[in-house]
């Protein structure tokens, strides 16, 4: 029977434990199993379900089973009936684990969809994915980095339809055999495995209508035959959005008084067009061994019209004058990449060796054009100046990676492995006052930045289980070794600066079970983290907005440690509570300081961070057609250090949480309303104000339960807009506000077609995602 799925419950109340599909042959194997007593179910399309006898599990011995017959759907059979009563969150020693099955409402919708359903996680209508507050969170499928922007992630995930995950593992401080690069977590989408022949693919597409119209297109399809597994997905969207910013700037004298203002309002309206492609073939050699090839690529497209209009003040609030700032430009993005990877089983207990290659080619370039028109209170224009730039770059990334997987007798395993990345960028501005339609050199502006980078990493990790007492360790080094190039020009020297540096991250986790059945667990666990500074940041370029706002690059710019302690008690999947110590040294964030009447931002390192977090996780169904998943979290951010203004010293306490209630309507109809909110807080030279959003949606599944209509709504009550002031600049103060296009309202189709919707999921590969991520 292949392709039958075997699901392994406990006897005394049929929790389920695992499953598994069985092997070409029809066998099966369960592993590292407590001592219990156990019931098999086995299903298969066409037959009837099976059930065992009890079957006892006791010192670790060896359990051989007969074989199980099953019996045609049209014939009759008296068999014990079962009912599978799986968790929807579990409390893992090194994760948490988000059942998809679990919630009826998963039914007959996307990958992007379970994500933001999930406790914890916040999808906004950009699609940027933050993870209890965090944003930069890497998302891995199968454990495998997507090496994707994020409009390419969210394209993607768009077209997986749920029916194909399994699980969804959340990891706030992940284990050793992850990069030790980010702070924000891994969230980690498992799909399901099984060997249904035959063609299969999923439709889908969207238009949504916010401030301007958005729409996007995609395709998921896959194709199993003997040997090969091929798939592909491909996917278009178009984004126009819009934006608004204010900032308000108050210049002080010695006393602080105010000697003049600037209200800068800047309207940011860009187009996006974007092509991408994931395709790629898995070869099974064998029951045991398999081969795969991977190519991803993506095409980036858009162009803005953004003026900004700046207008001065006098001391005694009267106009001065007003700054109209045109800028245009139009910029593309190529990406190219290639993986090729390699899986060995070597036996059914788990022994395992994994080996991934990638290659990496991102080309980029811009065109820009600034118009800066100066005019007195009676609209007389006095000056006017044009300045044009031309910004090509390139990056190379790769990668090579091994993993191995080692099951020890008594409930033990021991993982190693190995990492190599090298990456090349290479940058350039080239910047052109126009005086009377001629072009000349701005030396002063232009610039070109070389980087090259190799991170060598080794890891080891061993867990242990003994009954109700579980432990792991694990132990990663990472090498990393920096040169980077600022050539010179006609009026300016070139300069450069080296960086190696080797470091420890360990991490390590207990889990104790204060009961017999497991339902009354504690988590304790502390890790190391590094956060290096993305290429562009150790870019020391000059990008203007207009004439009093400008971005520029830190190339001493140091990377960021952090320690993590937590502490988590959890009751079954009703809640989970958390309470999270967090210390971070060199902390990366956004600064501004001033240059005469210009604002600055660039990346710095501020000092220490200091964070306490106490968090609440719950999920409980209220009735059967309604389910309910909150997320709860206060937490106080301290920053003290060196700053440009003397010393910082800046605390502040933020309530924040997120929430999904799904309610079933029908077999055919459901709803859903969501939302998250925070109370504004204290990041690093910024004190930010309360926002917040409430979602909801209505889907009806149509065409056999095949294909699917949604209709969502976003920001309902147009409560977000993130807003705050800007704290410790030298005889300045300042203030801004965000309006954004985030009340959108989307309408989604999909349509599943083909041989199943339990497809045979590729397996997902690459070793440079951590390195990708830093690229965009």
Known sequence: MDGATVILLIAKDSTVVTSQLVGQDGSFAFVNLKDNTYLIKVTFIGYKNYVSSNVVVSGQKPVNLPAFAMIPAGKTLNAVSVTAKKSFVEQKIDRTVVNVGALISNTGTNALEVLQKTPGVQVDADGNITFKGKSGVLVMIDDKPTYLSATQLVTYLKSLPASSLDQIELMDNPPAKYDAAGNAGVINIKTKKNSIRGFHAVLGGDYAQGFYGRNSENINMNYRVNKVNLFANLGYDEQRTWRRLEIDRDYLDANGNTTSSLADISYFRPTNYNTNIKAG???????????????????????????????????????????????????????????????????????????????????????????????????????????????????????????????LPGKAKFEAGIKSSYVNTDNAANYFNVVNGVSNIDYNSTNRFLYKENINAAYANFNKNWGRFAIQTGLRVENTNGDGHQLGNAERADSSFINHYTNLFPTAYFSYNLDTAGHHVLVASYGRRIGRPNYGSLNPFTFFVDEFTQFSGNPFLRPQFTDNYKLAYSYRSLFTLALVYNYTTDVQGETIHRDSDVFISTQGNIGSQKTLDFSVTTNFAPTKWWTVNLYAEVYKNTYQGAFYTGYLNQTGITLAGNGNNQFTISPTWSAELSGFFDTGGTYGQFVTLPKGMLNGAIQKKILNNKGSLKLTAQNMLQSFSPSGTITNIVDARAKFHNTLDTRVVTLAFTYSFGQSNNIPQKRETGGADSEQGRAH
């Open 281 to 407: 073939m898995d070869f099974y050699a064998s029951p045991k061994t398999t081969w795969g090839i991977v190519y991803t690529g993506a095409i980036e497209r858009d162009h803005d019209n953004s003026p900004v209009y700046s207008l001065l003040y006098g001391q005694n609030a009267a106009l001065d004058s007003t700054i109209v700032t045109n800028n245009t430009s139009q910029n593309k993005f190529n990406s190219n990449g290639i993986n090729l990877n390699y899986t060995h089983k070597f036996d059914s207990l788990g022994r395992e060796l994994t080996f991934d290659l990638d290659y990496i080619h991102d080309a980029a370039g811009g065109n820009q054009q600034f118009v800066n028109n100066t005019y007195l209170p009676d609209n007389t224009l006095t000056n006017s100046t044009m300045l044009t730039d031309n910004l090509p770059a390139y990056i190379n990334i790769y990668s090579a990676k091994s993993d191995y997987s080692h099951p």
